[in-house]
């Protein structure tokens, strides 16, 4: 119930416009969102890369409504691309479709992601695009196949979710192309017709996607801070002799720090996905959504640094 209505919450425009005034909340936001700025972004960057973890940068905003806003986000994830570059950062880029303008035409979307995946290419570096509701998973999957992997298959890889029924089939297919995928749970609120309702039926269908991608996946990414996940990856992993570098475990920013030290420190390969930007409120909702305790944990350490900053 309370998930549902993060959920629902996630998607007014009003509130995120009353919230984003309230200083408050902005400090809540500052857990899981390196900042509005690209600037910003990179300091957070840079002090994972210290820690040993590489990271995927990820510019806040989902649909957009025209094409100078579409062209706008691919210029911006153009100079992400270079700034990654020049500061000599361990980081590539995670965008999704609908912020390249995926609900206005395919073929604006297309050149504008092309047009990021090209700059990628020329920087020996990779964009993923991550995965939307399921409502655009098919759309998705059909660019990618068709219009993106064809011509940059070294510079882009897909985000599968293991809560939607088709997942299996669409991992089995990527690893047929060698595709680069992440393997998620799912973030978004899904009905029982596309999606399995109860986390024990995910949580099978992850270890089932998991063992597929690495036994003839490509480079897969776990994304996942689910410690019986982990342990389920780490175990195969070790049974079926496939080394640290044949994948890598991704967590999301500000979620579980101290797992993510530990598998580094356990000599696992781990990338952090970093959003920035000003549009941090749908993102943040979701995340309270998988974990409506945070709400509890982030009131506690704000109100203890506003009474540290009296002191
Ligand atoms: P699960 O939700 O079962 O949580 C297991 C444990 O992890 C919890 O008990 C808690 O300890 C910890 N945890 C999980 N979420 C937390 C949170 N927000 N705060 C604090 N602790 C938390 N989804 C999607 O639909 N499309 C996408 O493209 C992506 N991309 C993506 C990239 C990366 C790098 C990650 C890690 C995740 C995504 N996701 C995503 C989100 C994903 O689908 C999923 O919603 C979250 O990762 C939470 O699922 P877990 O696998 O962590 O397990």
Redesign the pocket.
Known sequence: MLRQTLLYLADQPAIFRFVRRNGLARRFAHR?VAGETLETALDAVRQLNARGISA?LDLLGESVHNESEALATGREYTRMLEEIDRQQLDSNV?L?LTAMGLDIADELCVGVVQSVLERARQLGNFV?I????SEYTERTIRMFDERLYPSYSAHVGI?L?S?LYRTQTDVAHANGLRARV?L?????DEPDTVAFPD?QD??AN?VRCLHALLRDGNYP?I???????LRATTTFAKQERIGPERFEF???Y???RDLQDQLVREGWRM???VPFGTQWYPYLM???A??P??LA?IAGSVARETLRLRR
Do not use: I, P, W
């Open positions: 899981f995927s995670s999704k993923r991550d995965m939307e509701g985000v979710q809560y992440r998620c749970k799912g973030a978004y986390k995910v949580d992850f990414a994304a996942t801070h689910d410690e019986a996940m991704q967590m999301l500000g979620v579980r990338r952090v996905y979701r995340r309270l998988e974990r305790s945070n944990f």
